[in-house]
């Protein structure tokens, strides 16, 4: 079985800073895929950055970028240049082959103007 | 750019009625999931489809619990003899065939039960 956690319930970071969003997980499976989604206060949940685990560079989507760390199960977010639009809870979320996702319990983060 | 669809957005009822939810997902995608999101937590998986085949049921969907997607197209999702515990956020969610394929979200519908 897949599990997701997420250690930061809440962050906080100022505006223009740089912040990292923790995310460990575990699965069985040698071939998975991992995400981070971006849920605005009362707003849709999206796509922030997908992972393929086979892949060693590390995905990058403009100010986002992931440290992913096979050997240790850890796949964290950074979020550089922080916007206040930026605010959000952050899930990390995983697949594999015949399972669905599987998503921690979040972090939110907080933006400081 | 047609998104994930859902209705009601929100809708509060009285323990012991049923109620039905609705999940348009985007065209072309195959596969509908939902999940249950209660507050300040990641979502729940419950079920998905792949077309008009639910393909998978996490053990939180009691028989109290009941989804269809006729026709490969829309979803429902409908919760009989409400409980307080149901009150949480249902979220539909669509995506092509994949473990691969990230998977779009609809605004999501807030049930409150009184």
């Known amino acids: 079985a897949q599990t997701v956690t997420q250690s930061q319930p809440e962050m906080s970071v100022q505006e223009a800073e740089t912040v990292t969003l923790s995310c460990t997980y575990d699965t069985s499976e040698s071939d998975y895929y991992l995400f981070w989604y971006k849920q605005p206060p009362s707003r849709q949940m999206i796509l922030v950055i997908r992972q393929e685990a086979y892949k060693q560079q590390n995905a990058t989507e403009n100010r986002f970028s992931v440290n992913f760390q096979k050997a240790a199960k850890s796949f964290s977010l950074k979020i550089s240049d922080s916007q206040l639009g930026d605010a959000a809870m952050y899930f990390c979320?995983?697949?594999?082959?015949?399972?669905?996702?599987?998503f921690g319990p979040g972090t939110r983060l907080s933006v400081l103007p | 750019d047609t998104g994930v669809s859902q209705n009601p957005r929100h809708k509060i009822t009285k323990r012991g009625q049923n109620v039905t939810f609705r999940c348009d997902p985007i065209s072309e995608h195959n596969r509908l999931y939902w999940y249950r999101q209660t507050l300040g937590q990641g979502p729940e998986f419950l079920t998905y489809?792949?077309?008009?085949?639910?393909?998978?049921k996490s053990r939180l969907l009691s028989d109290r619990f009941s989804a269809e997607r006729p026709k490969g197209s829309f979803s429902t999702l409908e919760i009989q003899r409400t409980e307080q515990g149901d009150s949480a956020m249902y979220l539909c969610?669509?995506?092509?065939?994949?473990?691969?394929?990230?998977?779009?979200f609809g605004d999501g519908t807030r049930l409150s039960i009184l």
């Open positions: 979320a995983s697949s594999t082959y015949g399972q669905n996702f599987v």
């Open positions: 489809f792949q077309n008009e085949a639910q393909l998978e």
């Open positions: 969610a669509s995506s092509f065939k994949g473990s691969n394929q990230p998977q779009h």
